[in-house]
């Protein structure tokens, strides 16, 4: 893993809301991560439930699988590594708690956008000591559909929320940021790079029209004294109940 120093990683998370971390897993990690998905998919996701797996628009290829670390013990050990856990505590000022581990695969040619969003609209925790592990998987470049930040959103607090009709992304910002796209900070990242989010940074993605995939692995960690707020938590179920992920 290549970090500067944690101080700085975290000074840096703390400034910008996003960081990037460098190999976090080898090219053989990867290799077996890629290959474990591809088999859970192809074994495993028809006998667990519809809303493990959001699918793209014809409905046959995965989008995201959701829940990974309750529907694969691969996954759910994968997320308990120590160096994870290491790297995230300081971030989410405690002791890291599991969340979720799914995926963004972005197919190639296929693979739809992700609207602008703050991931704490579905996540509801309060203080917001949460934050997502973005793994790539195949190499993020600026052409296959990369995830744009705003840098230091993450201290505007939740922003108003719309229901986006994006199956998989069901609620996003009311209104796009006015920080223009070429001043966004873009994650291009090789295999087994990571990028490291805060729940309230703004984000999105573009469709993927090329011919690379660009599959990511998310791990999704929050600090064991974050709470759900029960407002935030009524207007995300709405807006789910509009768009359903599966
Ligand atoms: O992978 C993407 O395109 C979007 C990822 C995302 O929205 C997230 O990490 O919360």
Known sequence: MQVASPQTLLNDYERDGVVVV????????????RAE????????????PADAATREADGTTVRNLWRLEKHNEFFRLLAERDDLRRLVAPLVHGEPVLAAVE????????????????????????????????????????ANG??????????QGVLSTK?????????GLA??????????FCALLAPGDASIHHCNTIHHSAPN??????????FVFRGSHTQTDPTLRATYLAAAALTPPA
């Open 37 to 48: 998905l591809a088999r859970y998919i192809r074994d495993d996701l028809g006998s667990r």
């Open 22 to 33: 460098r190999r976090l897993f080898t090219t053989e990690e990867v290799a077996t991560i």
């Open 146 to 155: 990369p995830v744009y930040f705003v840098r230091g959103s993450h201290r």
């Open 209 to 218: 029209a090329t011919d690379q995939a660009r599959l990511g692995l998310l």
């Open 175 to 184: 209104e796009p940021p006015a920080t223009p796209l070429e001043e966004q």
């Open 103 to 142: 995926t963004f695969n972005k197919p190639a040619r296929i693979g739809s956008g992700v609207p602008y969003h703050q991931d704490n609209a579905y996540f509801c925790q309060s203080p917001p000591d949460m934050l997502t592990v973005w793994v790539a998987i195949d190499p993020v470049t600026p």
């Open 163 to 171: 229901p986006s009709g994006v199956r998989g992304n069901s609620i």
